[in-house]
């Protein structure tokens, strides 16, 4: 039976999720919950080493359908594992990325459906939705010019910005599509007031949990 927290971040690359489940994990341990903290995909040694077969950039020739059971096998193994035994002894689950990336880049950005996609990932995660998921909202452009610290990108990186544009596109749709769990977070800010509209929501959420 889940008892614990179940907190999510999502968003593109350069949209500083990293700095956010770091500050988020100090917050709620201050407060004497124990915390614990995981990526997708990876997380777990199983999941690590689907990681490596899903971004190695050798693996050029990549279908689709097999690149979203990858991540499907990379996830069911981290939830067996880590997630539902954290859950069900209290604990607090921060994971960077979760189901919602694969609905927003394989669904939406690669074209693969929604259905598929829930289909699959209803197994991985035997159903398992997050209590609140963090949309750290910048805008693509702006996330690339954040990374490469200049201010005008090149060809091949305007290309990659089309497919930056469809998973923006992806994120502010479900985000609408379910306003109750996913907060959509201004990421423009400067980090500490960005880790003030996470709090407002976290503060909230714990006083209805100890309810
Ligand atoms: P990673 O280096 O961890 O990037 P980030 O710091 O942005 O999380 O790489 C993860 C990549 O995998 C990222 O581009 C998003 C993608 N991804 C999917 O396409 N589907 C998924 O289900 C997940 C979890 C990640």
Same mark, same amino acid.
Request: proline share 4%; charged share 30%; glycine share 8%.
């Given at each position: 039976?889940?008892?614990?927290?179940?907190?999510?971040?999502?968003?593109?690359?350069?949209?500083?999720?990293?700095?956010?489940?770091?500050?988020?994990?100090?917050?709620?341990? #201050?407060? #004497?919950?124990?915390?614990?903290?995981?990526?997708?995909?990876?997380?777990?040694?199983?999941?690590?080493?689907?990681?490596?077969?899903?971004?190695?950039?050798?693996?050029? =020739?990549?279908?689709?359908?097999?690149?979203?059971?990858?991540?499907? !096998?990379?996830? !069911?193994?981290?939830?067996?594992?880590?997630?539902?035994? !954290?859950?069900?002894?209290?604990?607090?689950?921060?994971?960077?990325?979760?189901?919602?990336?694969?609905?927003?880049?394989? @669904?939406?950005?690669? #074209?693969?459906?929604?259905?598929?996609?829930?289909?699959?990932?209803?197994?991985?995660?035997?159903?398992?939705?997050?209590?609140?998921?963090?949309?750290?909202?910048?805008?693509?452009?702006?996330?690339?010019?954040?990374?490469? #610290?200049?201010?005008?990108?090149?060809?091949?990186?305007? =290309?990659?910005?089309?497919?930056?544009?469809?998973?923006?596109?992806?994120?502010?749709?479900?985000?609408?599509?379910?306003?109750?769990?996913?907060?959509?977070?201004? @990421?423009?800010?400067?980090?500490?007031?960005?880790?003030?509209?996470?709090?407002?929501?976290?503060?909230?959420?714990i006083c209805r949990y100890k309810d």
């Amino acid at each position: 039976m889940k008892k614990g927290l179940f907190i999510t971040f999502e968003g593109g690359d350069g949209s500083g999720k990293t700095t956010q489940v770091k500050l988020l994990k100090e917050y709620i341990a #201050g407060k #004497g919950i124990e915390v614990v903290t995981v990526r997708e995909p990876g997380g777990v040694p199983v999941s690590e080493k689907i990681r490596e077969i899903i971004l190695d950039s050798k693996n050029t =020739e990549m279908d689709n359908i097999t690149e979203m059971l990858l991540y499907a !096998a990379s996830r !069911a193994q981290l939830v067996s594992q880590v997630i539902i035994p !954290a859950l069900d002894s209290g604990k607090c689950v921060i994971c960077d990325r979760f189901v919602d990336s694969s609905y927003v880049y394989q @669904g939406i950005a690669r #074209g693969m459906g929604m259905d598929m996609v829930k289909a699959i990932n209803d197994i991985a995660t035997r159903k398992l939705v997050p209590d609140i998921t963090f949309f750290m909202d910048v805008e693509p452009m702006t996330a690339l010019k954040r990374r490469l #610290g200049i201010s005008e990108p090149d060809r091949l990186e305007r =290309e990659d910005i089309s497919f930056h544009d469809k998973v923006y596109r992806g994120y502010v749709m479900i985000a609408d599509m379910y306003p109750e769990r996913i907060k959509r977070i201004n @990421g423009l800010l400067p980090p500490e007031e960005v880790f003030l509209q996470i709090k407002r929501h976290v503060d909230d959420l714990i006083c209805r949990y100890k309810d």
